[in-house]
């Protein structure tokens, strides 16, 4: 059983940066796909990045209309980590981010929950003006 436990959130200022973790046990890490969402209270999670497979062992990573150019999806497959890096960060991404992972290699980025098998505990991201 796949478990993945987050990181990294907290208060950062408008235009700063912040990394996120999502550290992965429980299963093969170099065989999974990392996705990242965020979720507003009241509202449904939404998709910030996925991973794209596009050969053997090679992605490329997809992200909202919002966050490109500012946001890095990005994994080390030797710690079994993935990781969000957000830079220039607005006060609209002030939400709680979950990283999940699927148990698929996807030739498109998997934009919707019920395409991922396990999630992260979620962890709060704020920021101030």
């Known amino acids: 059983q796949v478990q993945l436990v987050e990181s990294g959130g907290g208060l950062v200022q408008a235009g700063g940066s912040l990394r996120l973790s999502c550290a992965a046990s429980g299963g093969t890490f170099s065989r999974l796909s990392m996705g990242w969402f965020r979720q507003a209270p009241g509202k449904e999670r939404e998709f910030v990045s996925g991973h794209r497979w596009i050969g053997s062992n090679v992605y490329s990573s997809d992200y909202a209309e919002s966050v490109k150019g500012r946001f890095t999806n990005s994994r080390d497959n030797a710690k079994n980590t993935a990781y969000l890096a957000m830079n220039k960060m607005k006060s609209e991404n002030s939400d709680v981010y979950y990283c999940?992972?699927?148990?698929?290699?996807?030739?498109?980025?998997?934009?919707?929950?019920?395409?991922?098998?396990?999630w992260g505990q979620g962890t709060q991201v704020t920021v101030s003006s």
């Open positions: 999940a992972e699927d148990e698929r290699r996807r030739n498109q980025s998997p934009t919707v929950t019920t395409d991922y098998n396990y």
